[in-house]
Every structure is written in C-alpha cells, then in structure tokens.
C-alpha cells in the first residue's frame, strides 16, 4: 500500500524520516487546504531560537492543496534566503547546498504544491532515495497508511529519543530536535542520511 503525505515548505526531519521507509509517495492534493500547517511553512534555528518560514498563499475557504497559489507581492523568497543564509552560513555544509537553494527560491512557482514538489525532490535526490511522488488523484478521508496530519506544528511528534547533533548556535542555544530537514543538511551533509534511519 502507498502511504499518503501531505505536501510540505522544506518538511520536518521526521516526516523525511518517514518518506525514506517507502519507494512510493502519494502527496495529497485533493484535500480542503487546512491553515497553520507544515503544507507552507518551515522551522529553522536561527541565532535568536527557532523561527518559521512561512509561503504566503493565495487561497480561498473551499481551495483544494492543488489550487493554493503563491503570494508574490512580497518578496518572502528573498526573505528566505537572507534568512537561511544568516542562519546556516556558518554550517559545516552551506556553501554545498546555497547555489541548489538559490535556484529553488528565485524560481517562481505559480502553485504551492510546484514549490514543495521541486523541494522534497531535491531532498530526496541528496539523500540518495529511491522515492517517486506522485499526487492523490480523488480525496478519500482514509488511507491505510496516512500521514497527512502526522506531521503537525499544532501537535509536535513525539521526539524522546531523537539524538542530538550539532546545530550552529550549539554554544548559546539547547539542541531543537524535528527542525526542518535543512537544519539536518546544513550541519551533517551526507551523514544525514544515516541519521533519519536511525529515527523509528
């Protein structure tokens, strides 16, 4: 059976955990768009604690995932990366994965759904997984492997046990586990990997 994943903005390190159990993803896009969610936003560390990178959307009440566009008329992309710079430049992997970023977030994506499809593509293609995505075609309220609400800013997944690694405000600040997987990149590159195996 195919699991089922909501999309997600530069997702959680748990749910790229998940997605590497599998060689076949369903990405739900038929749902009702829910807000304040992982589907458009990310947690990073930054030297003043942990912040949220959020895509401002272009939506209405009734808009299904597919149909949620981007808001362009601030530059929130520019914004990322200014931010994920100030954030990371002075990780062990930065200037490995900044040209990769770059191009990611100054292409426009007209749909949500664009911007985090080339995403967690590009995750995947750095952690060597053999995963094919595709979209939900028809909304069904159950799935017998269902992940879409998993995953939850509102309810944090359960992260006892989740070792520590080195995070670059490692001096001033107590280790954050679950960040976004670009935390995980930016201080252990390949080594990733292993680490989100090693996540049950």
């Given at each position: ?13 748990v ?15 038929k ?30 009440n009734?808009s ?104 670059v ?32």
């Open positions: 059976m195919t699991p089922v994943f909501s999309t997600a903005y530069l997702p959680p390190i749910y790229v955990a998940k997605a590497l159990q599998y060689t076949e993803l369903l990405i739900e896009s749902e009702t768009f829910p807000k304040q969610t992982y589907r458009n936003r990310a947690e990073i560390m930054t030297a003043g604690g942990v912040r949220t990178l959020t895509v401002p959307v272009i939506r209405d009734h299904r995932t597919e149909e949620v566009g981007i808001d362009y008329k601030e530059r929130w992309n520019i914004i990322h990366l200014r931010t994920l710079a100030a954030a990371y430049s002075a990780s062990p992997y930065y200037l490995y994965y900044k040209d990769d970023l770059e191009a990611l977030l100054t292409k426009r994506y007209e749909k949500l759904m664009e911007l985090n499809e080339a995403m967690l593509k590009w995750i995947l293609r750095l952690l060597k997984a053999d995963c094919r995505l595709q979209r939900t075609e028809d909304y069904q309220k159950m799935y017998e492997e269902d992940f879409r609400n998993t995953f939850s800013p509102k309810h944090p997944y359960p992260t006892e046990g989740m070792e520590s690694y080195y995070q405000f490692s001096d001033r600040l107590p280790f954050t586990p679950n960040l976004s997987i670009i935390d995980l990149l930016m201080n252990l590159g390949p080594e990733a990997k292993d680490y989100l195996k090693r996540i049950s």
